[in-house]
């Protein structure tokens, strides 16, 4: 799997990373982080036509990309020619939720023991920018800047194994998440969400562990809570 982490990684020279992904490594990589920004809803029917369209490519990477999402279980195959964005119901969803909240915890507790400043000013910025991209009511960024932030915590760990862990049940949870917000308009949780990641980045900056793993859950716990309430 090609994580978020790899992302992260900028050669000591300065210059960017040259992109030797293969193109269909490109596609399986735009449609899981589509998954876990909301790009994709649950039940959504998805083709290799129409994903070969949208990326402007032909069918044969596309379909090299949609055999690996099968297999990894980010979709389900409904017939030769389409796919399913997954449905779970609630049971099953908090499920997910509840191994991300382990792995999340814990990667917040040890990029409290490892992150420098440059990182912490990262995560500051990055929040800031979320902050106004709830006052545009731009949705759609909102989503992807709040991921940006997370993976920008658990990428201080330096474990790529953590990061690829929690991306793949981001992947499963967020379409649900991001439904709320992208069907609805509704972007009333991420002004809490900003105060979670605000008291997150104090606890890092100050190396309490047990305050950033407490923090990462409280901005969990309520997003779950506040989905779940507007799908009962």
Not at 48 to 54: I, N, Q
Not at 172 to 197: N, T
Not at 201 to 229: K, P, T
């Amino acid at each position: 799997m090609t994580s978020r982490f790899a992302a992260q990684i900028r050669p000591a020279s300065g210059l960017s990373v040259v992109d030797s992904r293969s193109v269909h490594e490109r596609i399986y990589d735009e449609v899981r982080i589509g998954l876990s920004q909301g790009l994709f809803t649950p039940g959504q029917t998805l083709t290799t036509r129409g994903l070969a369209a949208t990326f402007g490519t032909s069918e044969m990477p596309v379909r090299e990309a949609i055999r690996r999402l099968v297999a990894e279980k980010y979709i389900v195959q409904m017939s030769n020619r389409s796919y399913q964005v997954p449905t779970m119901d609630a049971d099953a969803f908090r499920d997910v939720i509840s191994v991300r909240m382990v792995m999340e915890r814990f990667a917040a507790a040890v990029a409290a023991s490892k992150a420098k400043a440059e990182d912490v000013a990262r995560l500051r910025a990055l929040n800031d920018k979320m902050r106004l991209a709830i006052e545009a009511h731009d949705g759609q960024e909102t989503l992807r800047l709040n991921e940006e932030f997370h993976f920008a915590v658990y990428a201080v760990t330096g474990s790529e194994t953590l990061l690829d862990t929690i991306e793949t049940l981001w992947s499963r949870s967020g379409p649900y998440l991001a439904s709320v917000v992208i069907l609805d308009g509704e972007l009333s949780v991420f002004h809490k969400a900003f105060d979670m990641h605000s008291r997150l980045i104090s606890a890092i900056e100050s190396g309490d562990q047990g305050a950033a793993e407490e923090a990462l859950a409280a901005d969990v716990r309520f997003a779950v809570e506040w989905y779940l309430e507007r799908r009962s």
